[in-house]
């Protein structure tokens, strides 16, 4: 079992809708949370990061965190095609210094 | 605030030579960390220097090795290049301080290719 775990996809949504990205996680010792978009050819940009449960906005991007679960997720309202990337979950445990765990991120598309 | 830096940005090298890819961190930043991202594996941790010193380290063979310099400047080198070395080399700078909120950003990144 993969440590941080997330849907290959495509994700498809059309222009405008809300898109959903999910991501889990096994290691209950995991601290921070951190989504990063990457466009192809480019390197990993950062988008969020959460490290408490509940939820954090910034702009047009919400993300969620569940512990309990193991979970947490990336919203983005309102998507435009520019948000057409790979989207990257990583996990850092509290002890770990700053090494990152990526799951294997999941592709979204936005349709005009 | 310049972001990380990287050189060189594309690299052709031949099975069993030796390579050094440089980072150069973001000003004020600390740690240093490197990272291999390749279509199979994905991306994947190689180590972490903080203040000259190797504080985590990734499950990659003794071929991979870096170290940090006292300005936080880094470099990461691979000998004995093999062809399953071909990836996109990141290297990602934070403040280095202790605490979840220690946040990583990256650099563009070098593309090695192993021929």
């Known amino acids: 079992q993969k440590e941080v775990e997330q849907n290959s996809g495509p994700l498809s949504v059309p222009e405008g809708a809300i898109a959903s990205l999910n991501c889990t996680y096994s290691?209950?010792?995991?601290?921070?949370f951190f989504w990063y978009r990457q466009y192809s050819g480019k390197s990993p940009e950062l988008i969020m990061s959460i490290y408490s449960n509940g939820d954090k906005e910034d702009g047009r991007f919400t993300a969620q965190l569940n512990k309990a679960s193991q979970y947490v997720s990336l919203l983005i309202r309102d998507s435009q095609p520019s948000d057409s990337a790979t989207y990257l979950c990583a996990v850092k445990l509290g002890n770990a210094g700053n090494m990152l765990t990526f799951g294997g991120g999941t592709r979204l598309m936005v349709k005009p | 605030k310049a972001g990380v830096t990287q050189t060189p940005r594309y690299l052709i090298k031949t099975r069993g030579q030796q390579v050094t890819l440089s980072c150069s961190p973001i000003?004020?930043?600390?740690?240093v960390s490197w990272y291999q991202q390749t279509p199979g594996q994905g991306l994947q941790f190689l180590f972490e220097?903080?203040?000259?010193?190797?504080?985590n380290k990734g499950n990659f063979p003794g071929r991979f090795s870096g170290r940090q310099f006292s300005n936080s400047r880094s470099e990461m080198n691979v000998s004995t290049l093999e062809l399953g070395d071909s990836a996109l080399y990141l290297c990602a700078s934070s403040p280095g301080l202790a605490g979840v909120s220690d946040t990583q950003y990256f650099g563009p990144g070098t593309r090695l290719t192993v021929l």
């Open positions: 290691d209950r010792g995991s601290q921070s």
């Open positions: 220097y903080f203040s000259e010193t190797q504080r």
């Open positions: 000003s004020g930043h600390r740690s």
